[in-house]
């Protein structure tokens, strides 16, 4: 199975809001609910955002907000703020692997 | 504290093998799925495999492109999950992280929470 599909970079000034997509297929994506999505800062480990496709663990900011549509998955962070730039990652889990996406760059102009 | 320790990366030359260690705490280990994730230097995070707990006979699955070299194992006696990689190529070169899926106090989610902080793995002559 591919990678899912994110865009390389977004970016946005603070206080607006931005949307990251992540497209996979009928098997992955759009096959389940298992969609997650992960943040990264240089040299850390990933940090869980969001779970099945729309729900924050608990102590991540609720300006962090997950969607799905068919095979294509969104996070939108509103209100951006300086430490949310960093690296942004999605991931379906099936039943015989884990997916991820290629990674998002969000900038904070 | 929960936690995952990952030890025993480091330089290893092309065709060789390496084994490392993911060491867990503050949870009950024989009963938690361990995953392996890796990231080259700059780039994304890529499934290795994982393996599941006694109940499931510590059944294992790896990525198309792994299988066949690495092996996940685990000794619940000692709260550690093992990666053995042989055949080593230079592509292998990555942090290679252990990680366990998102449980709350009724359920277990799938998606993961509970990162090891990487052990570095550099294939080279």
């Known amino acids: 199975q591919s990678a899912l599909t994110q865009p390389a970079s977004v970016s946005g000034s603070p206080g607006q809001s931005i949307t990251i997509s992540c497209t996979g297929t009928s098997s992955d994506v759009g096959g389940n609910n298992y969609v997650s999505w992960y943040q990264q800062h240089p040299g850390k480990a990933p940090k869980l955002m969001i779970f099945d496709v729309s729900d924050r663990p608990s102590g991540v900011s609720n300006r962090f907000s997950g969607s799905k549509s068919g095979n294509t998955a969104s996070l939108t962070i509103s209100g951006l703020q300086a430490e949310d730039e960093a690296v942004y990652y999605c991931s379906s889990y099936t039943s015989t692997s884990v997916l991820f996406g290629g990674g998002t760059k969000l900038t904070v102009l | 504290e929960v936690q995952l320790v990952e030890s025993g990366g480091g330089l290893v030359q092309p065709g060789g093998s390496l084994k490392l260690s993911c060491a867990a705490s503050g949870f009950t280990f024989s009963d938690s799925a361990i995953h392996w994730v890796r990231q080259a230097s700059g780039k994304g995070l890529e499934w290795v495999g994982r393996i599941r707990s006694k109940p499931y006979n510590y059944a294992t699955a790896y990525a198309a492109s792994m299988k066949g070299r690495f092996t996940i194992s685990r000794d619940d006696s000692k709260n550690t999950a093992y990666l053995q990689m042989i055949s080593l190529k230079t592509e292998d070169t990555a942090v290679y992280y252990c990680?366990?899926?998102?449980?709350?106090?009724?359920?277990?989610?799938?998606?993961?929470?509970?990162w090891g902080q990487g052990t570095m793995v550099t294939v080279s002559s």
């Open positions: 990680t366990r899926r998102f449980c709350s106090s009724t359920n277990c989610y799938f998606a993961f929470n509970i």
